[in-house]
């Protein structure tokens, strides 16, 4: 046992009293020692108590929002309000997903910081060298970064991703080989389940980009097809109706966030004119409304009598083909039911099978 100085506190003050070296000593390591230690840990747990009140105060206002009060008002109490907060739950928005994500994800950090910092003081305390131990300790970090990069990288692209808000759960997501609705997120893997049902799990450092379809709002984009015959005026005309209809239909008030717009033609195919509408809607919501949309032009076509064209084949046969009928039926051909329009260029002829 070394030697300790009036200085010292349990030690020199035992000497102080006692005259006696080994008394002393023994008196620092019962009762300095493990006094010491205690108050390290204690001074560990309140700083890792203050820091967390501290992470939990940020994300509580991140939950809130950043807007200023009077933005947010005019905001929510707009149509464009009504639609983003169509289909979020008050206790469990995605806001809200977020901010406990990156407060959990702060916690541990500062948990893991503030624990290898007391390890080193509490070793520290009892009286070893703690130099070599951060010198091991930075030669090991460096031997794991270079052997589990791929583990690093998803880590680090975890982190990135849930700061900068990509996507997460519930969101309808294309990450390259996968597309689907988030169903977890972690800061090593994502789990999605496409149309199909099937479950991906991907690698949050094997993404290279993100499609992320129902982020804020979204668009329903019809290209519709009308015979050259048509008046495009007239065409233009019904699909704005029908749009603006669904526009005010109540039951569709807060999944279209904006007065649908006729684009107009769009292409210009072999068989039709392509007349493209589009609609403003909220996320996840556009396509539900194209499916609307499509029931609504078809159903306003056929009253208004517009021709929406299709494919259309003639097929002419050769005397003596067996498969042709017998009767008079076979010596005259078929005439095209009523309202076919004539097929476009050279009729194609079919030899026997």
Same mark, same amino acid.
């Given at each position: 046992? *070394?030697?300790?100085?009036?200085?010292?506190?349990?030690?020199?003050?035992? &000497?102080?009293?006692?005259?006696?070296?080994?008394?002393?000593?023994?008196?620092?390591?019962?009762?300095?020692?493990?006094?010491?230690?205690?108050?390290?840990?204690?001074?560990?747990?309140?700083?890792?108590?203050?820091?967390?009140?501290?992470?939990?105060?940020?994300?509580?206002?991140?939950?809130?929002?950043?807007?200023?009060?009077?933005? *947010?008002?005019?905001?929510?109490?707009?149509?464009?309000?009504?639609?983003?907060?169509?289909? =979020?739950?008050?206790?469990?928005?995605?806001?809200?997903?977020?901010?406990?994500? /990156?407060?959990?994800?702060?916690?541990?950090?500062?948990?893991?910081?503030? /624990?290898?910092?007391?390890?080193?003081?509490?070793?520290?305390?009892?009286?070893?060298?703690?130099?070599?131990?951060?010198?091991?300790?930075?030669?090991? %970090?460096?031997?794991?970064? &270079?052997?589990?990069?791929?583990?690093?990288?998803?880590?680090?692209? %975890?982190?990135?991703?849930? &700061?900068?808000?990509?996507?997460?759960?519930?969101?309808? $997501?294309?990450?390259?080989?996968?597309?689907?609705? $988030?169903?977890?997120?972690?800061?090593?893997?994502?789990?999605?389940?496409?149309?199909?049902?099937?479950?991906?799990?991907?690698?949050?450092?094997?993404?290279?980009?993100?499609?992320? /379809?129902?982020?804020?709002?979204?668009?329903?984009?019809? !290209?519709?097809?009308?015979?050259?015959?048509?008046?495009?005026?007239?065409?233009?005309?019904?699909?704005?109706?029908?749009?603006?209809?669904?526009?005010?239909?109540?039951?569709?008030?807060?999944?279209?966030?904006? =007065?649908?717009?006729?684009?107009?033609?769009?292409?210009?195919?072999? !068989?039709? $004119?392509?007349?493209?509408?589009?609609?403003?809607?909220?996320?996840? =919501?556009?396509?539900?409304?194209?499916?609307? /949309?499509?029931?609504?032009?078809?159903?306003?076509?056929?009253?208004?009598?517009?021709?929406?064209? &299709?494919?259309?084949?003639?097929?002419?046969?050769?005397?003596?083909?067996?498969?042709?009928?017998?009767?008079?039926?076979?010596?005259?051909?078929?005439?095209?039911?009523?309202?076919?329009?004539?097929?476009?260029?050279?009729?194609?002829?079919?030899?026997?099978?």
């Amino acid at each position: 046992m *070394s030697t300790c100085g009036p200085d010292e506190n349990i030690c020199g003050w035992v &000497f102080d009293q006692t005259g006696n070296q080994q008394l002393a000593n023994v008196a620092d390591w019962v009762v300095g020692k493990p006094s010491a230690l205690v108050g390290l840990i204690l001074i560990g747990l309140t700083v890792r108590w203050l820091l967390h009140r501290l992470i939990d105060r940020v994300v509580l206002k991140a939950e809130h929002g950043m807007l200023p009060n009077r933005v *947010s008002r005019a905001i929510a109490g707009g149509r464009m309000g009504a639609a983003l907060n169509l289909r =979020e739950d008050p206790a469990y928005t995605r806001r809200v997903q977020r901010a406990a994500t /990156m407060g959990s994800l702060l916690k541990s950090i500062v948990t893991g910081v503030v /624990m290898v910092v007391i390890a080193l003081m509490f070793i520290a305390e009892l009286g070893y060298d703690i130099a070599p131990l951060i010198a091991s300790a930075g030669i090991i %970090g460096v031997a794991i970064g &270079f052997g589990s990069q791929a583990l690093v990288k998803d880590f680090l692209s %975890g982190i990135f991703m849930i &700061f900068e808000d990509q996507y997460g759960v519930g969101d309808e $997501v294309d990450l390259g080989e996968a597309v689907g609705t $988030v169903e977890a997120v972690s800061l090593r893997v994502t789990r999605l389940r496409d149309v199909n049902g099937t479950v991906w799990y991907v690698r949050n450092g094997e993404i290279l980009r993100v499609g992320n /379809m129902s982020q804020n709002w979204a668009r329903t984009v019809l !290209d519709v097809s009308v015979g050259y015959g048509e008046d495009l005026a007239r065409v233009r005309s019904v699909l704005a109706d029908v749009a603006h209809d669904l526009w005010e239909d109540e039951d569709f008030k807060g999944r279209i966030i904006e =007065e649908p717009s006729v684009w107009g033609v769009q292409d210009l195919g072999p !068989d039709a $004119v392509v007349v493209r509408v589009a609609l403003k809607t909220a996320p996840l =919501e556009q396509w539900a409304v194209a499916r609307e /949309m499509r029931q609504r032009i078809k159903y306003r076509f056929d009253h208004e009598g517009i021709e929406i064209p &299709f494919a259309q084949r003639v097929l002419w046969m050769r005397d003596g083909d067996p498969r042709q009928p017998d009767g008079d039926a076979a010596d005259s051909p078929a005439e095209p039911p009523a309202g076919t329009p004539p097929a476009q260029g050279p009729a194609r002829a079919e030899g026997p099978a």
